[in-house]
């Protein structure tokens, strides 16, 4: 754990694990975002530490280029970390691409590479691949612009997929060729074996050519011990900063029904307690600051013997998120000596008909409770996320949001006044978007003039009180995200035009919808053609469809049982 590499400016990262490989085929792993942004994800991490050890190949790291200060230059050829070599010059291009937020750059990384975006234009060679959850959740606003996209974890058999791909650069340039020697590996989508169609502006199926598989399985692993995932560089200036990330779990046993990882990551999988303590140790060496990455750490079994081993050693622990149901004075405690000085609520639902109706699985008695854990153990500022456009929300769960901020803020009080210091909450207000392979995917996108309305009822509501602040997105952002997660093979050209625009998304949107006939607040009908109905995530259709309809009656439904004993309900196990 010695080496020290350079990043695009100069600041140092260090290199944990073996030095990458110096084979002949030439692998770009990209992350369409810069250096600061791509270098806190753990999942590009963990593709790189799987590439560079792969036999006859080299793999090198690009981002989107920035300036000096930090701000993006789209128009520039990105060069890789490692060497300078420019993307255009690789054999193989990996995106990593987790976000629909980031795939407009992926279109300008290309571009300013000077190949061809859409790969029907491209020579065979360099072959562009794209993976990561975005990708695998619904890969056809990406279809056209690349030759292949991987479903599911790249540990599964993404390296039989390279192995593949570097026999075939050595013998053939012919596009042909390598589609059909590709076709029958596991979770690899080519979008050039199928043909999308639309019918009155609908999407209508996408139907596979000879040869091809009607549908493709996202890959996962049945057991993550054989599978250390954690930081491979150290570097200063990330996001995160040299923080070490540690990935406990994979999956969320709790299924709330607007969020992925409860269906599409399923089934959930620990990483055993031992062994994410080695590893910690391993890094504690260079850095004190670890992560805990996972949809909901503490649902590990272990969770907190494992953070009070880590504190033990001398760690300063943050995970990635503590549902409110875990925040116990125990775990508080121990998050609190750690050195966490603020921390997360998330009911998501302002009232208990709303947490029924994404099933979140806890009550207002014990939000506030956890707000008291929090105040009692001297946190002072708090993030409370709240979601908005929810299937069945009324003016009244409006109100109660804003009577939650108001209660919660109470427990808060009269410690902010022992400590002769006020404290801060923050409202980070979400509109539901709704996500491919999740009881709401049939749901509307709430028109926007009825989320400002609602917006500004409770803006003018949490105005009343004090140390209160209200964060929430645009609709352009809304807009483009729905769109790029739930659209078909025509999001490309909007993509092509917002890039073309210099990201200028309000520019080229409103033509976009003009011609394509898409309703974006439209529901879409249970039963007919979904853009990614191609891809098997391992929950069965039937289960989202009863899910949506208890929802719709608003009530909840257990999680994955313990040990995932004796459960088929979802179709994953
Ligand atoms: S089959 Fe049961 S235990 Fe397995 S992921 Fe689905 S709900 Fe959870």
Redesign the pocket.
């Known amino acids: 754990m010695n080496r020290r590499g350079a990043r695009p400016g100069g600041a140092a990262e260090r290199l944990l694990g073996a030095a990458p490989g110096e084979g002949h085929f030439a692998i770009g792993l990209c992350f369409p975002n810069t250096y600061r942004v791509g270098m806190a994800n753990l999942g590009l991490q963990v593709v790189a530490g799987l590439l560079a050890a792969l036999p006859g190949c080299r793999c090198e790291r690009l981002f989107l280029p920035a300036d000096g200060g930090g701000r993006p230059r789209p128009a520039v050829e990105p060069r890789s970390v490692e060497s300078g070599r420019p993307l255009s010059r690789f054999d193989l291009i990996c995106f990593s691409a987790p976000f629909e937020a980031d795939y407009l750059h992926i279109v300008e990384m290309v571009r300013a590479a000077g190949l061809a975006v859409r790969a029907a234009d491209r020579p065979a060679w360099p072959l562009l691949l794209a993976g990561s959850t975005g990708v695998s959740l619904n890969p056809e606003p990406l279809a056209p612009f690349f030759d292949a996209l991987f479903l599911g974890e790249a540990e599964a058999a993404l390296p039989e997929v390279v192995a593949r791909l570097r026999a075939l650069h050595a013998t053939t340039a012919d596009r042909e060729v390598i589609g059909r020697e590709l076709a029958d590996l596991p979770g690899l989508y080519l979008p050039a074996g199928y043909i999308g169609e639309t019918r009155a502006g609908r999407f209508a199926g996408l139907t596979p050519r000879p040869a091809f598989p009607a549908r493709v399985a996202r890959q996962w692993l049945r057991d993550l011990t054989p599978y250390p995932t954690h930081s491979r560089y150290l570097p200063a200036d990330s996001v995160f900063g040299d923080m070490f990330l540690l990935e406990t779990s994979r999956?969320c046993?709790r299924?709330c029904r607007f969020c992925t990882a409860g269906y599409a990551d399923?089934?959930?999988r620990h990483h055993p307690v031992a062994r994410l303590l080695a590893e910690a140790e391993a890094a504690l060496p260079f850095t004190r600051r670890v992560g805990l990455v996972a949809p909901s750490p503490g649902d590990h079994p272990d969770f907190l013997a494992l953070v009070e081993g880590l504190v033990a050693r001398g760690a300063t622990v943050s995970p990635s998120s503590i549902r409110i149901d875990h925040l116990t004075p125990e775990v508080v405690d121990v998050l609190v000596r750690s050195g966490n000085r603020s921390l997360t609520l998330a009911p998501e639902g302002g009232s208990e008909w709303l947490r029924r109706v994404v099933s979140k699985g806890f009550d207002e008695g014990q939000i506030l409770a956890a707000a008291d854990t929090l105040a009692n153990a001297g946190i002072d500022r708090v993030k409370l996320y709240l979601m908005v456009g929810l299937p069945g929300e009324r003016d009244a769960d409006v109100e109660a949001m804003a009577a939650l901020v108001a209660a919660v803020r109470e427990r808060f009080l009269p410690h902010w006044q022992r400590a002769g210091h006020a404290g801060a909450i923050t409202v980070s207000l979400n509109q539901l978007i709704p996500k491919p392979h999740t009881p709401f995917q049939w749901a509307p996108l709430e028109p926007f003039a009825q989320v400002a309305a609602k917006v500004a009822t409770l803006r003018g509501r949490l105005a009343r009180l004090g140390n209160v602040e209200l964060d929430c997105e645009g609709e352009t952002t809304v807009a483009v995200e729905a769109i790029l997660a739930r659209g078909d093979r025509r999001a490309a050209d909007l993509l092509e035009a917002a890039a073309a625009a210099g990201g200028r998304w309000r520019k080229v949107l409103p033509a976009w919808l003009a011609a394509t006939g898409i309703d974006l607040h439209a529901p879409l009908e249970v039963g007919a053609p979904l853009p990614w109905d191609h891809v098997e995530a391992g929950?069965v259709s039937p289960?989202l469809a009863r899910e949506a309809h208890r929802a719709s009656l608003g009530k909840a439904s257990s999680?994955?049982?313990p040990g995932?004993v004796g459960?088929?309900?979802?179709?994953?196990?």
């Open positions: 999956g046993p299924q399923n089934p959930p929950v289960y999680p994955c049982p995932l459960c088929h309900k979802c179709g994953v196990c």
